[in-house]
């Protein structure tokens, strides 16, 4: 990102951080968050779907995100493999709400940073901005939570699963931009 995006950004969130905003608009900002968080997150899960059926890539796992997640309030953030640790009841349900409340609180920010002007009227640029800075949130929190290492570097296939994750959440902020025009 270049020094003019870079300080429009730092001026948005400054702007941002003195604005209060009044009951109606704090609900605009709640269930604008939600539609436009669970249609980034739909399309998302289209993608993985359609790389499934048209190439046979695996489909995620939200099981053992679900695990990772509930281990989270029980002290547990590192494991040296998900797939090894303890399972937990309704870990499937669980990934699954996890999955859609992390796309949620992504369109929040979107909206805490760029405001309900940009619900009204989305631009693409800061989608792609935050749909890219999820792809750091994969490679910083949860890969290495759940054994894979920093940007999946213990996976023997990392390169191909760290364009897999740009390319995904790309699709994501795709799905931020597009579902926020639908509803504008």
């Known amino acids: 990102m270049g020094a003019a995006a870079t300080d429009a950004v730092n001026r948005r969130v400054k702007q941002a951080s003195h604005v209060a905003l009044r009951g109606d608009e704090m609900m605009d900002v709640v269930v604008r968050s939600v539609l436009i968080g669970v249609g980034?997150?739909?399309?998302?899960?289209?993608?993985?779907?359609?790389?499934?059926?048209?190439?046979?890539?695996?489909?995620?796992?939200?099981?053992?995100?679900?695990?990772?997640?509930?281990?989270?309030?029980?002290?547990?953030?590192?494991?040296?493999?998900?797939?090894?640790?303890?399972?937990?009841?309704n870990e499937r349900a669980i990934g699954w709400v996890a999955h859609y409340a992390v796309g949620i609180l992504f369109a929040a920010i979107v909206l805490a940073i760029w405001g309900l002007d940009w619900a009204r009227n989305p631009t693409f640029l800061p989608a792609l901005i935050v749909g890219l800075a999820t792809v750091g949130c994969g490679w910083f929190i949860l890969q290495p939570g759940m054994g894979a290492g920093i940007a999946a570097a213990k996976r023997p296939n990392a390169n191909t699963l760290r364009l897999m994750n740009i390319v995904g959440h790309t699709v994501f902020a795709v799905g931020l931009y597009g579902t926020a025009r639908l509803i504008a």
């Open 40 to 89: 980034a997150t739909a399309l998302l899960d289209l993608w993985a779907l359609f790389l499934n059926r048209a190439f046979g890539w695996p489909l995620p796992n939200w099981a053992m995100v679900g695990r990772w997640f509930a281990h989270l309030p029980r002290g547990r953030f590192v494991h040296e493999d998900i797939g090894r640790s303890e399972p937990v009841p």
